[in-house]
């Protein structure tokens, strides 16, 4: 039995998907408010319950051989350190005392770099931490930016020709398709190369954020009409937030952190992926393509 949190979310509905294909058992952990009528359609167990509730998180951890984390907070509600610190590392616990064989856990690309700015960062780096040393086997997956997040955006490039970049257009990413970071999480427990390891998770290709609307000028054969406002634009934002909500400024640190900085994966560690789960990693054309229909 594997259990996935953040199961109604872009990565976890995929992860579930996975597994039910494969025929894997699955809890499907979500919330009460969430829409998961299409989990159960595919035949996952759903678990109501409140990730922030330990109880809840007890019960659901009850029976289940492998959990997969792959629940977030919202950068601008400012719940980082009650979802991507406190509840996984509740879960960590009960994975322990549960005897789980395998902790799947999604933390995100430069975790590690003490982002002083950035809540999530540095809630997923102590939980990176905490399950090393816990005793539990497990993989920690490293992502960058999801192909899936892109969509709403090639949706609204194909109405409009309009792009919006904020920041750098130079500064460089590896998008990671959202299918693919699936394929992986679903693997990890059932793959003697991931056992106890930490893997970089990005697309085949180093791209500047200012390639993005040039793919999407490809795909849907249009001219970009790029809008490009500085970062201190979020700055601004972020003043202005602080003046009414003090938590909100904070967390839309990590939001600043995203744009200011660089994400990507190197060859080698592309190469490395592709060697230990045995399939060569989409491209973000690809992925948009297909989503499209195109």
């Known amino acids: 039995m594997y259990l996935v949190t953040g199961a109604t979310g872009g990565l976890g509905r995929r992860i579930v998907q996975v597994l039910r294909e494969q025929g894997s058992s699955v809890r499907a952990f979500v919330r009460l408010t969430s829409k998961y009528s299409s989990l159960e359609q595919r035949g996952a167990e759903v678990f109501i319950g409140d990730l922030q509730q330990e109880r809840d998180l007890q019960k659901a951890c ?3 051989d492998y959990i997969i984390s ?8 400012g719940s980082a350190q009650a979802l991507d610190y406190r509840a996984n590392i509740e879960l960590i616990d009960q994975a322990k005392a549960n005897g789980v064989k395998h902790f799947v856990f999604i933390s ?9 700015d950035a809540p999530v960062f540095k ?66 427990p059932t793959t003697e190369g991931a056992r106890n390891q930490v893997f970089a998770v990005g697309g085949p290709e180093v791209l500047e954020r200012g390639e993005i609307p040039k793919i ?19 700055d601004g934002i972020r003043s202005l937030v ?12 990590t939001f600043r952190t995203l744009l200011a900085h660089e994400f990507y994966t190197t060859p080698a560690e592309v190469e490395r992926l592709e060697s230990v789960y045995g399939f060569k990693l989409e491209s973000l054309e690809s992925f948009v393509r297909r989503y499209m229909g195109l």
């Open 108 to 116: 995100v690309l430069g975790a590690d770099r003490n982002y002083e």
């Open 70 to 77: 792959a629940h977030g907070s919202n950068e601008v509600s």
């Open 123 to 188: 809630a997923k780096r102590a939980v990176e931490r905490y399950l090393e040393n816990s005793g539990v086997p497990y993989t920690i997956l490293r992502p960058s930016g999801f192909a899936s997040n892109l969509l709403p955006l090639a949706e609204r490039f194909q109405q409009t020709g309009i792009y919006v970049l904020i920041g750098d257009p130079l500064s460089r990413s590896s998008i990671v398709s959202t299918d693919d970071l699936a394929r992986i999480a679903a693997a990890s």
């Open 242 to 253: 602080g003046v009414f909500n003090p938590g909100a400024k904070a967390a839309l640190g």
């Open 216 to 234: 999407f000028g490809r795909i849907f054969k249009k001219e970009p009409i790029l809008l490009n406002p500085p970062l201190l634009a979020v």
């Open 62 to 64: 009850q029976g289940v």
